[in-house]
């Protein structure tokens, strides 16, 4: 099956810094990916729409200058939580959309902490 | 707008016993898939089924099986003799193909919980 990595598995950081985070499609070529958050014991929240060589399209309430997202290519996607917060920490999750149908393949999250 | 309600926040049983687990969606699309997730304490999903919109036939894979019922809006998870393993966060979620392009609306899940 399709594979989707996601770079770093977890990450701490201290307040007012920026952290990547990389989503890669392994074996296939996503034209779409996605980015979620989720908080403990809740649900995954979608906040944002990547397309490959163009703008993300960002959720109601998710602010676009914090969260900048770049799909540079078919196989990669990045998320930076600039001047990360305490209230940032959370896992997040990537998705990747293979060109040839409509089901989303999940990278395996990232926990960001910031101290 | 579409919308996934998973009514049961924690369910606990025994191992051995079956547990379903309720899934009801929200949509005005015709064409649309339904996906059931696992997530482990690991966090990383596990995809279980997708089912779209015009195929109501039930399902069963293993000890799992899917009843999907669109005159109630529902897609419902069955797990038969369930084991400690199947233990884990569970989320039912909606895809609409016409008007949201393909993204997914997440339940608010089912934390499963299989006692030895």
């Known amino acids: 099956g399709a594979v989707v990595s996601q770079h770093p598995s977890r990450v701490i950081c201290k307040s007012g810094t920026s952290v990547k985070i990389e989503c890669r499609s392994l074996?296939?070529?996503?034209?779409?990916m996605f980015w979620y958050r989720q908080f403990p014991k809740k649900s995954l929240m979608l906040m944002a729409t990547s397309n490959e060589g163009s703008k993300a399209t960002y959720e109601q309430g998710v602010e676009k200058d914090k969260f900048l997202i770049n799909h540079a290519s078919l196989t990669l996607s990045t998320l930076t939580v600039t001047s990360a917060h305490p209230e940032d920490s959370s896992f997040y999750i990537c998705s990747a959309r293979e060109t040839r149908d409509s089901r989303q393949y999940f990278g395996p999250g990232t926990r960001l902490t910031v101290l | 707008a579409q919308k996934v309600t998973q009514a049961q926040t924690e369910i606990s049983v025994v191992e051995k016993e079956d547990v379903t687990l309720d899934c009801v969606y929200e949509?005005?699309?015709?064409?649309?898939?339904l996906f059931w997730y696992k997530q482990p304490p690991s966090g990383e999903l596990v995809f279980l089924i997708r089912?779209?919109?015009?195929?109501?036939q039930n399902e069963i894979s293993g000890r799992y099986s899917w009843n999907f019922q669109k005159s109630t809006s529902s897609f419902n998870f069955t797990i038969t003799a369930s084991q400690v393993v199947d233990s884990a966060v569970y989320f039912c979620a909606l895809s609409e193909v016409e008007t949201s392009g393909s993204r997914l609306t997440f339940g608010e899940g089912t934390q499963l919980t299989v006692n030895p």
């Open positions: 089912r779209n919109s015009f195929d109501e």
């Open positions: 949509t005005r699309d015709t064409t649309y898939y």
């Open positions: 074996d296939f070529q996503a034209t779409t």
